[in-house]
């Protein structure tokens, strides 16, 4: 009998020694043979289901754990190992309630707490996901799985700031395959594009990471206008050889669809979106894309009806996300907040002159034509451009840093103020166009319409110039955008809201038009569509800029600019057309009296009545 438990005892001695050094495989083997008999049956229970769990085996581990939280129900090890070995499986919801157990029975290790984070990443609210995923970080620093899942909560919470940090840091420590696979993606929803390729290209000598790299690759190279790359990968991607992974088959069907929109074949991408949408989907935040990216392609289908049935589902989805996500969030941004405040008066304080040439501001509601505008501007060897930077709305939390109120800091700001303002602008727009100091630069962020009011007294020799486009375009476009800042969710959740905000936005610009001291040029997207040629030379001329015909060019060379991060990327990289003239006519049933009532006096104003 002593021989017989000093042979089991030593039996177990072996088995964790292997499961010490990663040999899952014999951990099971040794289990399995075993048995469930004896004094140590529970130990070798919870080596079979840990050695399952190892094995990225997690159906056949869950019921083990059951067995084990039945058998000793006090044990919170067990709760918690069936609660991440719950989320394995993609039942986050059911997950929380074992985890929860684990919690309140003493459980603090970092594998608790990582369980919980994801549970609540889907369950919500997210802070609580954050939460949990920092703590488990304090207690197991190095491990690369939970920073990974933390830049993913944080994209998800629109902490893009400490999300880039979180980024920064993956991309110094050592990833496995599939984990530089993941990290691939969260860089890709980032768009830190390169970045992304250079997971991606790392590839693997697993079959199916190595599939899901190309795919990264591919979609990757498409929003970066690569096509030709993008062809040549995805033409060594096959469906039949992802059909037992599920994960890397949504991938692909995603990658199919965004390359058949690019190829004009509507009817093949919305199959395409059609078999990912109609499946379960664990990443609401994903999902919500999808749909508004399914739209998109049944708007080129000609479905209206169809298109606004899915809208009207997206937006809901969209509200119900935001509502969990920013409980305190208001129906409006940052920017809207000085819709119906008094612009400040000039300070004769903000004038003189220093090394910096006053940038050209390109403003206007989004989906106005500015990322059109902005790649002819760029065009132009005097003048650089840059992805929308939110370079304003940084001067104004500079400004207001102590808790003052905006219009306040500018009436009493002194002229070193006013350099030291001046100079963080200037020091942050070399930052994105490095080698650029002897040209203009070109800052195009729509809604600094709402900003250049209050802060024109830091540029006074700026030039600007205000994009305008059909309204009934314009609120349609921005209905149907999925934008990235969650409180424009809000703001454009219907038709209606969308063209309050409109006229609100607008009404804002020209009622404090007289104080503005700016030149501006109107500019209207129809016009430029009409006469290229003509509008550009009036653009060039107002910013007192020689002509030069390759700047008819301009599309061509955005083609090859690469990374374009606004909605329009496919758009603006081809000749310059009217298929989006008058877009929204298919829609006109949809655009209510009360949505036709703010609009009306622009549609006036403009000239499109």
């Known amino acids: 009998m002593s021989d017989s438990i000093s042979d089991n005892a030593a039996s177990l001695n072996r088995a964790f020694s292997a499961l010490e050094q990663a040999d899952f495989n014999k951990v099971l083997q040794m289990a399995l043979q075993a048995g469930d008999k004896g004094p140590e049956a529970m130990s070798w229970k919870i080596l079979k289901a840990l050695a399952l769990s190892l094995l990225k085996r997690p159906s056949e581990a869950l019921p083990e ?12 090890a067990h709760w918690s190992n069936l609660g991440n070995c719950l989320c394995e499986l993609e039942r986050e919801t059911e997950a929380l309630e074992p985890l929860q157990k684990a919690l309140v029975l003493g459980a603090t290790d970092p594998a608790l707490h990582f369980g919980l984070a994801r549970a609540y990443a889907v369950v919500g609210p997210l802070e609580l996901a954050r939460r949990h995923i920092v703590t488990a970080i304090e207690r197991a620093p190095h491990d690369a799985e939970f920073h990974l899942f933390k830049l993913r909560v944080l994209q998800a919470m629109d902490l893009w700031t400490e999300a880039k940090a979180c980024a920064d840091y993956l991309q110094s420590i050592a990833l496995d395959d599939g984990q530089r696979a993941d990290f691939g993606y969260l860089l890709f929803r980032g768009q830190w594009y390169e970045q992304a390729i250079e997971q991606f290209a790392a590839g693997s000598t697993d079959p199916d990471l190595k599939q899901d790299c190309d795919i990264g690759l591919v979609m990757t190279y498409e929003r970066t206008n690569r096509i030709t790359l993008a062809k040549e990968i995805q033409g060594r991607l096959h469906e039949d050889a992802m059909q037992k992974n599920p994960k890397l088959l949504d991938n692909y069907f ?10 004009k074949d509507f009817a093949g991408a919305k199959d395409y979106f059609e078999r990912v949408l109609h499946k379960p989907h664990n990443d609401p935040s994903l999902k919500l894309g999808l749909e508004f990216e399914y739209a998109a392609v049944l708007d080129k289908c000609k479905q209206p009806d169809a298109v606004m049935q899915v809208m009207q589902k997206a937006h809901a989805q969209r509200r119900a996300l935001v509502s969990k996500n920013h409980p305190a969030l208001r129906d409006n941004t940052e920017a809207f907040a000085v819709l119906d405040q008094v612009m400040p008066t000039w300070n004769p304080a903000c004038q003189g002159s220093d090394e910096h040439r006053d940038p050209v501001f390109v403003v ?34 500079r400004l207001t840093a102590n808790g003052s109120h905006v219009f306040d800091c500018i009436q009493n700001l002194t002229q070193q103020q006013w350099r030291e303002q001046r100079s963080e602008y200037f020091h942050e727009v070399a930052l994105v166009a490095p080698d650029k100091k002897a040209q203009r630069a070109v800052d195009k962020n729509p809604l600094n319409m709402v900003r250049l009011p209050t802060l024109q007294n830091f540029f006074p020799q700026s030039k600007v110039i205000l994009a305008i486009r059909h309204p009934c375009d314009v609120v349609l476009s921005c209905y149907m955008q999925h934008f990235r800042a969650p409180a424009f969710a809000l703001t454009f959740e219907t038709i209606e809201s969308t063209a309050q905000m409109y006229d609100r936005v607008f009404r804002h610009w020209y009622q404090n038009a007289e104080q503005l001291k700016l030149p501006v040029l109107e500019w209207k997207y129809e016009d430029l569509v009409a006469d290229t040629e003509g509008r550009a030379r009036a653009l060039f001329e107002f910013l007192e800029l020689p002509w030069h015909e390759e700047l008819l060019a301009f599309t061509e060379r955005a083609k090859n600019k690469g990374a374009i991060k606004t909605p329009s990327y496919t758009q603006v990289v081809e000749q310059v057309n009217a298929r989006s003239v008058g877009r929204w006519q298919a829609y006109e049933k949809y655009f209510t009296p009360e949505a036709m009532r703010y609009l009306e006096p622009w549609l006036e104003r403009f000239g499109y009545l």
């Open 65 to 76: 754990y059951e067995a084990l939280c039945v058998a000793q129900p006090q044990n919170a």
């Open 254 to 263: 995603q990658m199919q669809a965004k390359m058949a929109m690019r190829e």
């Open 364 to 397: 206007g509601f989004p989906r106005s034509g500015t990322t059109l505008l902005e790649q002819l501007l760029d065009a132009h060897p005097d003048l650089v451009s840059f992805d929308e930077q939110p370079f304003l709305q940084h001067i104004v939390r």
